[in-house]
């Protein structure tokens, strides 16, 4: 919801917000007069209201006491942090740190997907009636080269690889489809629940694809584990939300922990030019000539 839907919201609310705002913002632009000048009172009081709803005030009274906080001097602090923070995260130096340090902090997120298979997942089957029946669970083996899966009960502790009988060789797996896709949503209708059912299911071909491993996730965070995971298993990229939010959370705090011994110092934005040769090297020691 942007700062124009809270808007909307706070003013068909409530009788009194018309008139209500608009008291603020002249007491607003009061206050601003004592030292701005026009223009600057309208740029003022404008991003103290945008900045108010921004942050989604649930009555007129949390608006006001939120305007009455965002004053000139909280405005021009906010506005400083922004700006370095963009100079920071824009310079290009830091843009090519954050290229540099993209694939290891990748390699780390295909690591935690393939533990994540390795612990197992318990999934259900879902029944032609629509009724959640079956459960069975699946896990990867610690060398990563096995899918073992088989039906448990429900309430019991997670099995080990051991007590699943069925498996499926990595090498033997042929593609990794999701959504209508699936062979075991091809049929379903248009309803919502089956619409929710659909983005949370995939299903793994295998043997020549002539065969299928039906998933359906609990949720939408293990679909996007499982999917990401098997893509790492088939050495395809990893393009799920999940995988870009956690990326971009860890590239923000590795730029930031590398950047803590430059705060407060200006970073360029080309690296200093390259000092011409010296017009003799008398300065260095000549290792040729071996003392005796």
């Not at 026009?38 to 006491?65: C, D, G, H, W, Y």
């Not at 069975?136 to 060398?143: D, I, T």
């Not at 990229?237 to 730029?255: A, D």
């Amino acid at each position: 919801m942007n700062w124009v839907s809270c808007w909307l919201l706070l003013a068909f609310g409530s009788c009194e917000y018309f008139s209500a705002q608009f008291g603020l913002t002249v007491d607003s632009c009061r206050r601003c007069w004592l030292w701005l000048s026009f223009s600057k009172v309208m740029q003022v009081v404008r991003e103290q209201i945008t900045r108010t709803l921004a942050s989604k005030p649930t009555s007129l009274e949390l608006f006001r006491n939120k305007v009455n906080a965002l004053n000139y001097s909280e405005i021009l602090k906010l506005r400083q942090t922004e700006r370095m923070h963009q100079e920071e995260t824009l310079a290009p130096p830091v843009l090519e740190l954050r290229e540099r340090l993209k694939p290891e902090l990748m390699e780390l997120i295909k690591q935690q997907r393939l533990n994540r298979l390795c612990d197992g997942t318990l999934f259900r089957k879902i029944s032609s009636r629509r009724r959640q029946d079956k459960l069975w669970y699946c896990r990867l083996s610690p060398n990563h080269k096995v899918l073992h899966y088989g039906d448990v009960e429900e309430g019991g502790d997670n099995p080990t690889i051991e007590c699943l009988q069925e498996k499926i060789p990595v090498a033997d797996i042929k593609a990794l489809v999701t959504g209508k896709d699936c062979p075991h949503m091809k049929e379903k209708s248009t309803l919502k629940q089956n619409r929710e059912v659909l983005d949370l299911a995939f299903s793994i071909l295998y043997d020549a694809e002539d065969y299928s491993l039906n998933f359906i996730a609990p949720t939408k965070y293990d679909f996007c584990l499982w999917t990401d995971g098997l893509n790492v298993l088939l050495g395809k990229e990893l393009n799920s939300e999940q995988t870009k939010s956690e990326l971009e959370i860890l590239l923000s705090m590795e730029v930031k922990l590398r950047l803590l011994d430059l705060e407060n110092i200006p970073i360029p934005d080309a690296a200093p030019p390259v000092p011409s040769a010296p017009s003799n090297y008398n300065f260095c020691y000549d290792f040729s000539h071996t003392e005796h």
